[in-house]
């Protein structure tokens, strides 16, 4: 049973469909885990878990699009993913393009642009190609910025930023004097990015796992236990209304 004292600020489980449009963050990022968990709670193999994760975002990136969240950056492969079984990297890297098979169309009528971070050109041939097609395809959108981390680790990201600038300082694009921290974001991945306002993370693990650790640094967190593949629009726009009633300091008082 649930009801709600009219004078008191609706604070949790609120199911209501249209909720506050105000103080929805810009920048919503997620890491998209508990895939292979939720394959083998059913006994099923990892890929399975995966292939229902697809779809999930699918969802997701609607249900932004409707929030009107501006940039949604989702860690899809990190760096340390190659470790993982020889038939498991080779089943993830062929999402990419099954996903745009299925769901570039429905970008591109949703007036979505797909983006990515982290290392491209280190991904296999077949997979570049598919993302790249639908980057160009949809770099004249201007409706919500899809950003996939694809071959991303923010450690790797820092390193390269820091020998790119380096190398500019060799080279006298850039003086030493004028580097600040607006300067070294330029270097990195999410160059021109706003930094996410908001981080979910679900599958209950609450850690970074080397993801955009120079951009969260004032970020708010938000964590689930629930496993990726169970992630709904009801579950994302829970954590939207928890943002909308957190009081941001970025460090200030
Ligand atoms: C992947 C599904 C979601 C759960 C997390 C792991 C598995 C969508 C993409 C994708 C990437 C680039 C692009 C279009 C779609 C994807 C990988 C894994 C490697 F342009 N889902 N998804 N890529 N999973």
């Given at each position: 049973m649930s009801f709600k004292f009219?004078?008191?600020?609706?604070?949790?489980n609120i199911k209501d469909d249209?909720?506050?449009?105000?103080?929805?963050?810009n920048h919503v990022a997620i890491i998209m885990d508990g895939n292979g968990r939720w394959a083998k709670k059913r006994g099923l193999p990892r890929i399975a878990g995966h292939k229902e994760g697809m779809d999930v975002v699918k969802k997701i990136v609607r249900a932004a699009s409707k929030c009107n969240v501006k940039i949604l950056t989702l860690y899809?492969?990190?760096?340390?993913?190659?470790?993982?079984p020889k038939s498991e990297v080779e089943y993830l890297m062929k999402l990419p393009k099954e996903f745009l098979h299925i769901y570039l169309p429905e970008m591109m009528e949703n007036n979505v642009r797909i983006e990515t971070i982290g290392?491209?050109?280190?991904?296999p041939d077949h997979t570049r190609k598919a993302v790249q097609y639908a980057k160009d395809q949809t770099k004249?959108?201007?409706?919500?910025?899809?950003n996939f981390a694809l071959n991303y680790g923010s450690r790797f990201e820092i390193m390269r930023a820091v020998k790119q600038l380096m190398a500019d300082i060799d080279s006298s694009e850039l003086s030493m004097d004028t580097v600040d921290e607006n300067t070294f974001s330029e270097?990195?991945?999410?160059?021109g990015l706003s930094d996410p306002d908001l981080l979910i993370r679900t599958s209950g693990e609450q850690r970074?796992?080397?993801?955009l650790l120079w951009q969260v640094a004032y970020s708010e967190f938000w964590f689930t236990d629930v496993l990726w593949p169970d992630f709904s629009e009801e579950i994302f726009k829970t954590a939207l209304q928890d943002y909308q009633q957190r009081k941001r300091r970025y460090g200030g008082i």
């Amino acid at each position: 049973m649930s009801f709600k004292f009219p004078f008191f600020k609706n604070k949790q489980n609120i199911k209501d469909d249209h909720f506050a449009s105000d103080n929805i963050p810009n920048h919503v990022a997620i890491i998209m885990d508990g895939n292979g968990r939720w394959a083998k709670k059913r006994g099923l193999p990892r890929i399975a878990g995966h292939k229902e994760g697809m779809d999930v975002v699918k969802k997701i990136v609607r249900a932004a699009s409707k929030c009107n969240v501006k940039i949604l950056t989702l860690y899809a492969f990190s760096t340390e993913n190659w470790k993982r079984p020889k038939s498991e990297v080779e089943y993830l890297m062929k999402l990419p393009k099954e996903f745009l098979h299925i769901y570039l169309p429905e970008m591109m009528e949703n007036n979505v642009r797909i983006e990515t971070i982290g290392d491209f050109d280190a991904l296999p041939d077949h997979t570049r190609k598919a993302v790249q097609y639908a980057k160009d395809q949809t770099k004249g959108n201007d409706g919500l910025l899809l950003n996939f981390a694809l071959n991303y680790g923010s450690r790797f990201e820092i390193m390269r930023a820091v020998k790119q600038l380096m190398a500019d300082i060799d080279s006298s694009e850039l003086s030493m004097d004028t580097v600040d921290e607006n300067t070294f974001s330029e270097y990195l991945y999410t160059k021109g990015l706003s930094d996410p306002d908001l981080l979910i993370r679900t599958s209950g693990e609450q850690r970074l796992s080397n993801f955009l650790l120079w951009q969260v640094a004032y970020s708010e967190f938000w964590f689930t236990d629930v496993l990726w593949p169970d992630f709904s629009e009801e579950i994302f726009k829970t954590a939207l209304q928890d943002y909308q009633q957190r009081k941001r300091r970025y460090g200030g008082i």
